[in-house]
Structures are given as structure tokens and as C-alpha cells.
């Protein structure tokens, strides 16, 4: 084999390489079409095992008073094990908020149903982006970022969320730091340079919430 021929090859594979990575879900990816529980008789799967209505009530839901999500996971949809896909939808009563979280397993991929949103997310280097979206428009958070949407205006707000893993996972900030977590207040305080009596008005706070 000549150098030349040698240096293709090797191009080729640094291209290649990339698209085999994102070509599935490392985390969920089969070698079957589908998988079922291990309790369940594969002769007994019908369509009725694909087929998921929990969302029809989040779809019909009118001008909730807060945020509110309902979501279809593995976690309620078994027949996303291994698909790498899940659906959330979300409504926003006018002020409210989806606040301050991550996905560390996925992606998300939000497209305005009704209404109005304010969104954003920070990146890893610590730039921010924020979009103003109507109804219609489409918004990825990339995997991992912290982000929010928000409903700024008086009327109700209602979104679907795409996700590429079936159980993406969630880290809400707020409630991860200041609510149910336990971290020392010692530690918050040094962590965003301020003092105990703050770091304990935010937990007050949130556990005086729903």
C-alpha cells in the first residue's frame, strides 16, 4: 500500500469516527428491534404495548395556574426502553416558570405549541443564549446545559419537548442546591460568596413552595 493510500485510509476513519459516535445512544443502544419486560411474554405484545396515552390530559389542559409537566419517559412508557427518545409536555399559567435545571442524559428539543416563551440556556465556556419564541418555533437545548423557558406574558403558554434519550434525566438547580439535598450552608455560602443567613433564606423559601 502506497503513503498516499495509507493517508486516505486514515482520513477516512477520522471522518467516520465522529458520525459513529453520534450514530445512536451509547447509553441505551439494543441489538434487538424493541425490548420488552423481563415479566412480560413476548407472544402476549401487541400494538397496545407501543401506544401511550398519558399525555391526551397535558394536551387538553387549559390555563394552568403554574408550570406544570407530564411526561412520557421509560419510566411511564416501558416501550422506550432503548429508543432514545421520550416526549414531555408543558404548560406555563402567565409568570410562571420552568426553572434553572439540566438533562445530563439528553438533548431537548422544544417547539411551541400555544402561547409565548422566553428561553434560554448557558454553555459550558459560560456564554449565555436566550430566544424569544412564539408559537410554532423550535429551540434545542443542547445535552447537559442549564437552561429554563419562561412565560412572561398574560396568557397561558403550553410546549412539547423532545428528548434524545428515553429517560434524560433532570437536575433542577434550585431544588438541587437549596432544597431537598442537605448541602451545609456553610459550604453554599462559601460556593456563591455570600453569607449562612442568605443560603437559609433560599431554603426557607423553596420549602415554603409546592
Do not use: C
Not at 428491534?33 to 405484545?45: H, K, L
Amino acid at each position: 500500500m502506497t503513503t498516499s493510500s495509507s493517508l486516505v485510509l486514515v482520513l477516512l476513519a477520522l471522518w467516520a469516527a465522529p458520525l459513529t459516535v453520534v450514530a445512536g445512544d451509547p447509553d441505551q443502544d439494543i441489538v434487538t428491534d424493541y425490548i420488552i419486560p423481563a415479566t412480560t411474554n413476548a407472544v402476549n405484545i401487541t400494538g397496545a404495548f407501543f401506544t401511550y396515552s398519558g399525555l391526551r390530559g397535558a394536551l387538553a389542559l387549559q390555563a394552568p395556574e403554574n408550570f406544570t409537566v407530564a411526561k412520557a419517559s421509560m419510566a411511564e412508557f416501558p416501550a422506550l426502553n432503548g429508543q432514545s427518545v421520550s416526549y414531555a409536555v408543558l404548560s406555563y399559567g402567565p409568570g410562571s416558570i420552568n426553572p434553572t435545571h439540566t438533562h445530563p442524559r439528553a438533548s431537548e428539543l422544544l417547539l411551541v405549541l400555544d402561547g409565548a416563551l422566553s428561553v434560554g440556556f448557558v454553555d459550558t465556556a459560560g456564554k449565555l443564549f436566550t430566544q424569544d419564541l412564539a408559537a410554532g418555533d423550535l429551540f434545542v437545548f443542547p445535552k447537559g446545559t442549564v437552561h429554563w423557558q419562561y412565560n412572561s406574558g398574560t396568557q397561558p403558554a403550553k410546549a412539547l419537548s423532545a428528548f434524545g434519550s428515553a429517560a434524560a434525566g433532570l437536575v433542577s438547580l434550585p431544588g438541587a442546591l437549596f432544597g431537598a439535598s442537605d448541602i451545609d450552608d456553610v459550604v453554599l455560602a462559601k460556593s456563591f460568596k455570600t453569607d449562612v443567613a442568605t443560603i437559609q433564606k433560599l431554603k426557607a423559601g423553596l420549602a415554603s413552595k409546592p
